[in-house]
Structure formats: C-alpha cells, structure tokens
C-alpha cells in the first residue's frame, strides 16, 4: 500500500517571559517527535500547550479573599499555603501557590527575587474599583474577578495563559485566515447580550478602549475612561468570551479618542493591558521608541500589534516610505498592521503588490495585517488574510470607513470566485444520523457567515471501504466530519482513491490523526497553485460513483476530486476533550497525575489518550481496552484487570490516587463507572479541596444520573455536550477555516443537539 504522508507537530515554543526578567521553560510537548514529513500548506496541528512559566506564583489577596489563593492553586493544580512576606521564598516552594495578603505584600513586593517568584495581585472588584495602585504597578499580573459566574473559567484561562501554558497564537497564525470584530460600545455590557452572535467568525474580539465611555455621575463622561473603569470592562469582555482579545487605545490623529499629548499615558494603559493578561495589545506606531520597546520587551505573554493608519489620502503603497514604516514597525512587533486612506481602486493592487514583496523580501518578519479604508479600499478587506478587521451589522457605529462584515466579506469572495460552493458532509452512521441534527445548525453557521457552502448529512453505505470515499472523490467536495469517527486503516483497506491522492503517497495525515488512528474529519487542501472553481454544484442525495472509473483515477474524471487537491485526515474529538478538560483548569493542574479510561475498545479510548499525553498526565489506569503501543510510548499505563491492581491504586496516597476519570463506555455499563467514582472520589485525606475531574463521553438512556453520582464524589462533572460542542468548535474550524464560539455552538443547537 501506498506510504500516507504525516504532518509534522509543531508545538508553539513559548518565548522567554521578558517581564520582570522571568525565564520560561521552552519544553514543549514531547507527544511523538518520530516523523517529520511534508507539511500540507497552512496545517498547524500544535495542541497549544506549553510547560511555561515555572517560577512560583505568588498571589496577593485583598482584605478577607485569603480563599482565592487555594483556587489559584486548584486551577493549577498545585498545594498551597499563606506567607507574611515574599522574602525567603525559595526555590524549594515551586511546587506551591503562596498566598501573601496585600498589606503585607506592599512591604517587600518591589525587591522580591523576580526570577523565582511571579507576582499575581488577584483583585475582587465587588470590593470596589481601582485596587491598590502601588500593588497594580509593583505586580507581574493583576486579576481581577467577581465571584460569580464566570469566575472559574475566566481564572483558568487567565492563569494558563499569563503563564504562558496556553497560546492560540501560532494556531491563529496558521490559518488560512482571521478575523477581530472592532467592538465599538461605550459600555460592553450593551455587547455581553449578543456576543455570541457578534463574534460568529472571529478569531479575536477588539476593545476600542479609547471609545469607552465612562460616566461621572453627572451626566458627563470621563475624557479618557479610568483604568479601574477599563480594567472592569476587560474583566467583563473576558468572562462572556472564550475569544482572544485585543486592548486598542486608538489615539485622535487615527481615528480614535485618546489625546496624543501624552505618550506616558499609553505605555500605562497598555503595560496595565499586558498585566491583566490581555492577548493582544495594540502599539501605535507614532509612539516614541523608547515605549514601543519596552512594552515589547515587557510583554509577558501578551502580543504586541503594531499599528499604522495614515488619513492624509496622499500615502502610496509603492513608496520608500510605506516600506520603511513596515521596516520601523516589525523592530517591535509580533504582527504588523498597516491601513490607509486611498483614493484609487487600483491602490488596491498597489496593496497587494507590496504585500507580496514584503512577504519574498522580509520572509522571516511578522505576519502583515494590511487593508485599505474608504468604500474605495474595500476590495483590500476581502484580501487581506491577517486579522483583518471586521464589523457587525448590531455594533452602534463602524470603527473605521470601509469596514465589512464577515458575511460581507464571505459573499463578495464568493461573488469573485474566490471562494467557491463546496458541498460538505456529515457523514454518518445510519443509528447516529438520526439522533443528531446537525444539519439545521451548520445551515445556520454557514449563513451567518456568509458561505455559499451547501451541508447534509449523509449515511455511510456500506462497511466497505468505498462508503466514504465516495462522498469525497466529488468535484465539489468541500470536506466532511465522520460521525462515528472510522479507523484510518478501514479508510484506506483497498482504497484505491485514497491511496493515489497525492500522487500516490496518499492523504496527508495529522500528528493527532496518526497516533489515534481513528478519523473523524476530512478537509481539502487546494494545492497552491490551483484555481478555485465557481461551478454550481448540488448535494446529490447518494454518492455520485464515478461511472468512467469507480474511485480510481480521479485525477482523470471530470466529475471527481480536481487532481491538484488533496485530503487532510484529521481527528478534531481529541481537541474537545482538551478544552473540555482545560475549561475551569489550567493544563498544569493534569501534568503527572492518574488518570483512568474506561472504553469497551481502544478506538474510543484512542482521542482521550491522546488529550491525556498533551496534559502530560503521569499514570493511566485502563479499564476496558488495550492501550495501542503508539499512544502509549511515554504514559505510564495499567490496565485494571484484576480487583487486586483495583485494590492497590486504592491503597495509594490521595497525590497518586486518580484525579480524572473519563468515561467512553455504553450507558448500559454505567454501573462500573459508577463503581469507580464512588471508589475513587473525595477528597481523602488531601490538605485542599480540589475537586476531581469525571468526563462522560456518551450518552443516552441509562440508570442512574452519572453526573450526579460524580457531583456527590468530590468531582467536577463534564458531559459529551461539553465535548461535542468544543469538537463542533474544532471541525468547522478545519473544515470552513472560520471560529466559531463555543457559547454559540451551545446557543445555536439548544439542549436538542447533544
Ligand atoms: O486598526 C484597526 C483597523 C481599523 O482602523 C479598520 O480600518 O478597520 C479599525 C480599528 O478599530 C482597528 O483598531
């Protein structure tokens, strides 16, 4: 059989942390580093997840919020203790979370070591707004929060990726394309209703922090919003978003409302920004350079986007100064954006010219977010790949003249033939096609996004291997999840369409794809060079088998997959039971501890192994299945086949003892589940609270609430909702290229889908 091509992992190497002079660690993860083969353009299969910053955390508590500090440290999976002062901490504390109270944290907070300690000046705003401001300036990173109802979530993710365990940022940058909406209210509250549907599409969600508006009380506004008024809208944004965001404070020559006379003014917002963990600060290029480096230098985890806007209507793409300012802006830049006011359409082409120049010249620079403003510029909107801005037809005003939606920006590449119709499949099982209705749901996303797409669900034909490849050896196929997911090797058993793709060395396959073995996506990679076809198409309501030559030759058939594509097998579920798992802690808090999986096969077992390993998690105890010999390098598995073993794993201290248990058996077998987690919950004899983790990966009719059961053990229970819906995240993002949120994954399927 012809050899299947393996994309390469790429995991995002976390940068040293610059602020306060904290080193990271750059392990990544060690998931299987065996094969490095081609890449299919524009592939990232990275998990995200990073070591990072291991210096203790240190947390400063205002007056009675001593019980913050041990949920920092449930988060992060770690012990932890209180502290009159940060002298004398030493190395030997790492594996704590110190908690120093606020008064007592001013005292010694200025010459702490900042190698071995990271300072976090955690702030309840329901206390009232700003916090101490010599702490906020003295603090590594500031976290604000409210109790409830996002508090959890919005702690983990703040943790994870200040301390830089989790970064989108490589993943977003290997997209096809991104998106961030320019939120343009005075007061986010208006936006927290709709944001679900405002940010359909986007990759990043942006703060127009200059167009806040801040009352005073009398019925005028602040000048410039205060930080404590800043910080609380940031602390909003984040508890109703899973999305990126990024902090602008767009000065008045550029259209925005923050003065100029004052640079200082900026470097305080926007250091404040990078303290509160913000994704993406923007860094006007105006500013002067001594500012501009040091946020750069200071930024922690953050990213910084440079940004440049000339309204004169006399900037020209082709001159030395449009080249010189790219030059000036990526010395400090992770991304470069440049946007002007044109006076031609054929600036447009100017445009792009530069942008290819820049890209053969300075290949090693950011990536560059370029656009054009004006009616005139819009053409360059629907052009530019990198975070481009967009709008929304229920923000109060546009952020800047030009701005389209995404929807807009969809239909107008579709209209140039820029994004032709595909036909996309789910295709299923006959028993899962009918308890899933996923059809209404991708018709609603590929129409709020303004894809021509047309979506069915289809059934599997046969056992054989022709029943899926049929659906994809189509001219128009757009791609397709497989639901129930199919073994790779049953895929190709005798596939002859399979196996010449690629001339002959197969389909690509993904890092993730590879180890688990089970496909559950299949999207389509149009070699560079192709040109993308605008002929109508229809979903036929069975596979269109070619009739010249059944699957064989499809590079031949005017009807099959056009020659210059090729496939992508991929496997989105293990992604799901990631951000399942990483929703309320940070990936640390899994890194060597026992797990156990229960499966009545190791393809189901498969996806959550694999999750495991990016968690680093020490000890699988299975139950159920064989552990596959590739999944299984690097873990240390037991099998628990003897009530002895079951026993013993008992017996262990509370540290040893199971801290997740992920279940992907049938129902019916929901009294061994039951079993274990009464045998495995609690809090024994441990010095926190932790609450364990139970993942139910099924669903169905079965005796007895499983949650419940888990609920009363001690543990946090997640559900295949959860799963399915972050998986649901993850295929539309590999089959359209477009983020969808999970809130409106959840939002737009109702409790029927899951
Ligand atoms: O930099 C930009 C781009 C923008 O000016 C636009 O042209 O769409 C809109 C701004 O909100 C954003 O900060």
Redesign the pocket.
Same mark, same amino acid.
């Given at each position: 059989m012809t050899s299947v091509q393996q994309l390469p992992r790429a995991p995002t190497p976390v940068r040293p942390l610059s602020m306060n002079g904290a080193i990271a660690s750059e392990m990544d993860l060690d998931l299987d580093r065996r094969s490095r083969s081609p890449i299919a353009p524009g592939i990232k299969t990275s998990s995200g997840l990073q070591r990072g910053d291991t210096r203790t955390a240190i947390i400063i508590y205002g007056p009675g919020q001593e019980k913050i500090v041990p949920v920092f440290a449930d988060v992060l999976g770690k012990p932890s203790r209180l502290a009159d002062s940060f002298q004398g901490v030493t190395s030997a504390e790492q594996e704590l979370v110190l908690g120093i109270s606020a008064e007592s944290a001013k005292f010694d907070i200025a010459s702490r070591d900042r190698d071995a300690v990271v300072a976090i000046n955690a702030h309840c705003v329901s206390l009232g707004m700003p916090p101490d401001t010599y702490l906020s300036t003295q603090c590594d990173y500031e976290f604000l929060y409210t109790e409830a109802p996002f508090f959890r979530r919005d702690l983990s993710r703040f943790i994870s990726f200040t301390l830089g365990q989790l970064d989108h940022h490589e993943t977003l940058m290997s997209k096809p394309r991104t998106y961030?909406i320019?939120t343009?209210f005075p007061d986010v509250r208006a936006a927290l209703p709709n944001i679900d549907i405002l940010t359909v599409g986007a990759d990043a969600v942006?703060l %127009?922090v200059d167009l806040l508006q801040e009352p005073l009380g009398d019925g005028t506004f602040a000048k410039i919003p205060s930080l404590s008024y800043v910080g609380e809208q940031v602390m909003l944004l984040r508890q109703r978003t899973e999305l990126p965001i990024?902090f602008?404070t %767009?000065c008045t020559r550029?259209? /925005?409302r923050f003065p100029m006379d004052n640079p200082n003014l900026y470097y305080e917002y926007l250091y404040r920004a990078i303290q509160w963990g913000v994704e993406y600060i923007?860094v006007e290029l105006w500013l002067p350079e001594h500012i501009r480096q040091k946020l750069y230098e200071q930024r922690g985890s953050s990213h910084i986007?440079s940004?440049f806007?000339d309204f004169s209507g006399t900037f020209k793409w082709p001159s030395v100064q449009a080249q010189s300012i790219f030059l000036e802006s990526r010395k400090y830049a992770d991304i470069v954006?440049m946007?002007a006011i044109i006076n031609d359409h054929n600036e447009n082409f100017e445009l792009e010219y530069f942008r290819s120049k820049i890209h053969s010249e300075y290949p090693d620079s950011p990536p560059l977010?370029a656009?054009n403003?004006g009616e005139t /510029?819009q053409f360059s %909107?629907t052009l530019n790949k990198v975070f481009?801005?967009?709008?929304h037809p229920l923000l109060p005003i546009?952020?800047?003249? /030009?701005?389209m939606s995404i929807a807009e920006i969809n239909a107008a590449l579709s209209l140039l033939g820029q994004l032709p119709k595909k036909n996309i499949y789910g295709i299923s099982s006959p028993s899962s096609r009918i308890s899933t209705p996923y059809a209404p749901f991708y018709e609603k996303c590929f129409n709020e996004l303004g894809l021509p797409h047309q979506f069915a669900v289809v059934e599997r034909q046969s056992k054989g291997s022709t029943a899926v490849e049929a659906w994809c050896n189509q001219k128009s196929f757009g791609g397709a999840y497989l639901s129930p997911p199919v073994s790779f090797s049953s895929l190709m058993h005798n596939s002859t369409f399979f196996a010449r793709l690629n001339n002959g060395a197969g389909p690509f396959l993904t890092d993730a794809a590879r180890m688990i073995g089970m496909i559950d996506t299949i999207v389509v990679h149009p070699s560079p060079t192709s040109t993308p076809t605008s002929a109508p198409s229809s979903i036929p309501s069975s596979p269109q088998r070619n009739s010249e030559s059944p699957y064989g030759t499809p590079s031949r058939s005017p009807h099959g997959l056009p020659p210059n594509s090729s496939l992508v097998f991929d496997n989105a579920s293990w992604r799901g039971i990631l951000s399942t798992l990483t929703r309320d802690l940070a990936p640390s808090a899994y890194s060597g501890r026992t797990a156990v999986v229960l499966a009545a096969n190791s393809d189901d077992a498969a996806p959550t192994m694999y999750a495991l390993k990016a968690l680093r998690i020490g000890k699988v105890y299975t139950v159920g299945f064989k552990t596959p010999l590739v999944l299984a390098r690097g873990l240390h598995v037991e099998p628990f086949n003897s009530l002895e073993n079951l026993q013993r794993a008992r017996m262990v201290g509370e540290e040893a003892s199971p801290f997740v248990i992920i279940s992907a058996l049938a129902p019916e077998k929901s009294n061994i589940v039951g079993m274990l987690v009464r045998v495995f919950g609690g809090t024994r004899g441990s010095s926190t609270q932790i609450r364990k983790v139970f993942l139910d990966l099924t669903d169905g009719p079965r005796k007895g609430d499983l949650s419940t059961v888990a609920e009363h053990n001690g543990f946090t229970a997640y559900g295949v909702a959860d799963t399915t819906a972050f998986t649901t995240v993850e295929t539309l993002r590999l089959l359209v290229g477009q983020n969808v949120p999970y809130s409106f994954v959840r939002l737009a399927n109702g409790p029927g889908m899951f």
């Open positions: 961030f320019s343009t942006e %127009r990024i602008t %767009r550029e259209n /925005g923007d986007m940004a806007h954006k946007i977010s656009v403003m /510029g %909107r481009t801005p967009v709008t546009i952020a800047a003249p /030009g701005q």
